[in-house]
C-alpha cells in the first residue's frame, strides 16, 4: 500500500495533479500532497469558486458544480483560469458523484494544472500558418535528421521532396545514402552533419548535389543541432537553391579570365585559341 501511495504521489507530481475528496454541504476537503498547490484551502475547506476562479470562467464552472451536485451529472469536467496562486494558471477539474454507506454525498475529483501543455498548444497553433509555409508554400527546402538514428530523415518538406524526385513519406526513415542519388553527395552530407554535431551552432555553408536526372544544384544550406522531445539530437536544414546564381558568377568568372587574356594577346589567332582553352 505504501508503495503504491508513493508512486501515486510521484505520478501527481509529474502531471501536476492531485485528487481529493469534498463534501458539497460544507465544503471539507482533504486529498493528495500536491492538493494545497492548485486549489485554495482555508481552514480544511475549500474556497468558493468566486474567490478564485477568473471572472470569465467563473459561470461555467458554477454551472458544472450545480449539474453535479443536484445529480443531472454523474460526472464532469471543467477547463478553467485562475490568476490566485500569481500569474494566469490554467486548471482542469474533474469531478464524480459518491455517497458513503450512510448516503452522504461526496464528489471525487482530480484537479491538475494544465498551464504548460496550454501555452504550449497555443504557440503551436501560432505557429502553424508558418509551418504550413514552411513545409507546402515557400521555395526553400527545409528537414530533420535523427542524428542518433543514423541521421535518418524524420521531416521533409514538399520542396526537398521535390529535389529528391520522391514523395516526402518514402524519405521518413531513411538515409542520405538511400535517397541522395550520387554516392559522392551522399557521403559529402553525411561527414558534414557528423562535424556539425560535434562543432554544435550554426553552419551556414554552400553545398552542391546532382539530382536524379543528373543536373547539378548548388544550395546555400543553414544547419542547426537541436534536442528533440524524447532528448535525442537532432539536425535541422533550411536549403534555397542558388544554382542560378551560381552559375552566373562562374561565367562572369570564365568571361573576366578571357579578357583578361585578350588583353594580354595581340595576335586575333591567339587570342581565339586563348579564349576556347579559358571557357
Known amino acids: 500500500l505504501r508503495s503504491s501511495t508513493l508512486a501515486f504521489e510521484y505520478a501527481s507530481e509529474l502531471t ?45 464552472v458554477l454551472h458544472s458544480v ?37 448516503g452522504d454525498l461526496s464528489l471525487i475529483g482530480v484537479i491538475q494544472d ?25 521555395p526553400v527546402m527545409f528537414f530533420i535528421k535523427n542524428a542518433q538514428d543514423d541521421f535518418r530523415y524524420i521531416m521533409v518538406n514538399t520542396e526537398f521532396a521535390n529535389l529528391i524526385g520522391r514523395p516526402a513519406e518514402d524519405i521518413i526513415g531513411r538515409t542520405d545514402a538511400e535517397v541522395i542519388p550520387m554516392k559522392n553527395d551522399a557521403d559529402g552530407f553525411r561527414a ?17 548535389m546532382t539530382d536524379i536526372s543528373g543536373n547539378a544544384h548548388w544550395f546555400r544550406t543553414i ?28 561565367s562572369e568568372r570564365i568571361i573576366n579570365r578571357a579578357l583578361t587574356q585578350i588583353s594580354l594577346e595581340s595576335h586575333f589567332k591567339s587570342n581565339v585559341k586563348q579564349i576556347f582553352a579559358t571557357l
Open 16 to 60: 501536476r495533479s492531485a485528487y481529493f475528496r469534498l463534501n458539497p454541504q460544507n465544503r471539507k476537503i482533504e486529498g493528495s500532497k500536491l492538493l494545497p498547490e492548485l486549489c485554495p484551502i482555508e481552514n480544511g475547506c475549500f474556497l468558493p469558486e468566486e474567490r478564485w476562479v477568473f471572472q470569465p470562467d467563473l459561470e461555467k
Open 66 to 102: 450545480t449539474r453535479l451536485v443536484s445529480g443531472k451529472e454523474e460526472t464532469v469536467t471543467t477547463d478553467f483560469r485562475s490568476t490566485y496562486f500569481g500569474g494566469m494558471r490554467y486548471c482542469r477539474l474533474k469531478m464524480t458523484r459518491d455517497r458513503n454507506a450512510a
Open 114 to 138: 494544465i498551464t504548460e501543455i496550454t501555452e504550449t498548444l497555443q504557440k503551436a497553433q501560432d505557429l502553424l500558418p508558418l509551418w504550413d509555409l514552411v513545409m507546402y508554400s515557400i
Open 192 to 208: 558534414k552533419d557528423v562535424a556539425i554535431m560535434k562543432k554544435g551552432g550554426i553552419d551556414d555553408s554552400v553545398e552542391f
Open 223 to 250: 544547419k542547426k543541432p537541436f534536442v528533440g522531445v524524447r532528448k535525442e539530437p537532432m539536425l535541422m536544414g533550411l536549403s534555397i537553391d542558388i544554382t542560378e546564381l551560381h552559375n552566373l558568377v562562374e
